[in-house]
Nanobody, 126 residues
Framework: QVQLVESGGGLVQAGGSLRLSCAAS????????ITWYRRVPGKTREQVAT???????NYAASVKGRFTISRDSAKKVTYLQMSSLKPEDTGVYYC????????????????????WGQGTQVTVSS
């Protein structure tokens, strides 16, 4: 099976920086678009940043110019560099893959659609 594991969250003061990582593991053949979402209690889920397998990126207006998404396809890791953090950036951050192609020892090539990690908490204090 496959896993997406986020790390790098924590507590930071406003104006500070954090770098989140999303590491994929398993017998992975390819990963298509990766998206970072964040969830804040009482608010709807927000799409923060997206990167395609070709490296094209897209950002929410609220983070543009402050966050940078990148990926190391060889290492199967996606990063979210967050700078100039604000208290409103506080939330649980999730990485998702719209499709992961992988091999299963008994079932051969399979795909996982809309695959999510477990999330990492980011707290920005004022």
């Amino acid at each position: 099976q496959v896993q997406l594991v986020e790390s790098g969250g924590g507590l930071v003061q406003a104006g500070g920086s954090l770098r989140l990582s999303c590491a994929a593991s398993g017998s992975i053949l390819s990963i298509d678009t990766i998206t970072w979402y964040r969830r804040v209690p009482g608010k709807t889920r927000e799409q923060v940043a997206t990167i395609t397998s070709g490296g094209s990126t897209n950002y929410a207006a609220s983070v543009k110019g402050r966050f940078t998404i990148s990926r190391d396809s060889a290492k199967k890791v996606t990063y979210l560099q967050m700078s100039s953090l604000k208290p409103e950036d506080t939330g649980v951050y999730y990485c998702t893959a719209d499709r992961i192609l992988f091999t299963d020892p008994t079932m051969g090539t399979r795909q996982a659609i809309d695959y999510w990690g477990q999330g990492t908490q980011v707290t920005v204090s004022s």
